[in-house]
């Protein structure tokens, strides 16, 4: 008898999406679960909101992509008449605010079990960027109000394992999927010891990510060569204008087609990263590269207990001394970067972890009823954090691929699509 297929409709909002691509870490982790889940034999739906983002063609996409525009994101009753298209046991979410307002609904018209991928701990990010404490707690009521609603949960640390115990989630709906990488795609190109080039990687509209290059472009680099050292720093991701301004003697690429291709000609990586919670997508790219990192003990959260591949040091002032010595070590340099490969090779395979989420969404489908429940709604979620951020300063695009109650399907298993009246394409 053949393995079920379960049906796993993702939604995901964001503007951090190139033609399949993802240019930050939360839309990379939704996408690698979506694609790798695909190819370990799920039937695999992404419903994307529409920010005014290059998508691309079908071709770009491995699996169907439905561009939903913003006003009907939001709206179950809309987004379950897109979704009914392709039918769904298991919808995933991973912000806890829309689960909180309309995943439970949604859920309920598709006939799905409702799954939390909770990939951070709202309220620890809340707390280490200095929001006031009503904030923070606004953001922990929201998240328990996502556990409370969800049927099973995807978490990538063991801290937000032991969240999601408390918050009541059974051990038996609780799949511990890390952050990882694709090393068959992540080019190796180990530290560059002729480069003295220093890297990092980042949407820099994301609050943590800007204080750790303010720290770079503030305090690091300036000690660093105050000590004599030639060295260069690239900074590679999206960011407000204020912040990557052409003074700073660094060079800002923006936005770039594949990461792996940034990091070419790099020396040592870095992530000085005091604020945030969860796996560091940022940390596995560097290490798929054969890059050694410097960290501290926030960037390797999520990773081995021994966390191969990164030297850490949380007090940032200690850190010139400390790229200053790396710089002067080649031979340092190549063994971290060496095991941090093997660690992304051996423990954090995106194959294996989309294999691995295809197993529990199968045992669910036998163990997990998709039966009616009440809506569990006792908190004002409000927006998720990085859309207000991301609204003030104006880094959201207009919709130009889809119109509202007019999706735009990209369909890879579709032999042919059908092309409307209005130019947008329907499955």
């Excluded at 940032?316 to 095991?339: C, F, N, S, V, Y």
Aim: proline share 7%; glycine share 8%.
């Amino acid at each position: 008898m053949s393995a079920p297929v379960p049906k796993l409709v993702f939604l995901l909002d964001t503007p951090n999406i190139r033609r399949g691509r993802a240019l930050a870490g939360t839309p990379a982790r939704v996408l690698a679960l979506a694609e790798h889940s695909s190819r370990s034999g799920a039937d695999v739906t992404m419903m994307l909101c529409d920010r005014g983002a290059d998508y691309g063609t079908e071709v770009d996409w491995p699996f169907d992509v439905a561009l939903v525009h913003p006003t009907d994101f939001y709206n179950p009753t809309a987004l379950a008449g897109v979704a009914a298209r392709r039918g769904a046991d298991f919808l995933v979410l991973c912000e806890a605010e829309a689960l909180v307002a309309m995943g439970r609904r949604l859920a309920g018209m598709l006939d799905a079990r409702l799954v939390y991928d909770m990939h951070d701990d709202d309220a620890e990010v809340a707390e280490t960027v200095g929001e006031s404490p009503t904030t923070v707690e606004r953001h922990a009521k929201t998240q328990g109000a996502a556990l409370e609603n969800a049927d099973a949960v995807i978490v990538s640390t063991r801290n937000e394992a032991s969240l999601a115990a408390a918050g009541g989630v059974p051990a038996s709906r609780t799949a511990l999927l890390p952050n990882g990488a694709d090393p068959r795609r992540a080019f190796y190109w180990g530290p560059d010891a002729d480069a003295s080039t220093l890297v990092f990687v980042g949407n820099l509209y994301y609050r943590p990510n800007a204080a750790a290059v303010e720290a770079i472009c503030d305090t690091i680099l300036p000690s660093v060569r105050a000590e004599g050292v030639d060295v260069r720093a690239r900074i590679i991701g999206r960011g407000p204008a204020s912040l990557t301004r052409s003074d700073r003697d660094i060079e800002f690429t923006g936005r770039v087609d594949t990461v792996s291709e940034a990091f070419e000609a790099t020396t040592l990586a870095l992530a000085p990263l005091t604020a945030g919670s969860g796996a560091k997508m940022k940390v596995l790219d560097y290490l798929a590269a054969g890059l050694p990192v410097l960290g501290t003990d926030q960037a390797v959260t999520g990773l081995p207990n021994c966390h191969p591949g990164v030297l850490v040091e949380d007090d940032l002032h200690l850190w010139p001394m400390r790229i200053a010595a790396l710089l002067r070590d080649p031979a340092l340099l190549e063994l971290m970067g060496q095991a941090g490969r093997r660690c992304v090779e051996g423990e954090l395979c995106w194959p294996q972890i989309g294999a691995e989420l295809v197993r529990h969404c199968r045992s669910w489908l036998a163990s997990v009823p998709s039966q009616a429940r009440e809506v569990v709604d006792e908190t004002d979620a409000g927006a998720p954090r990085w859309l207000a951020e991301h609204s003030q300063q104006d880094a959201l695009g207009e919709p130009e691929s889809s119109r509202p109650s007019q999706p735009r399907w990209l369909c890879p298993r579709t032999p042919q699509s059908q092309e409307g009246t209005d130019g947008f394409t329907t499955a």
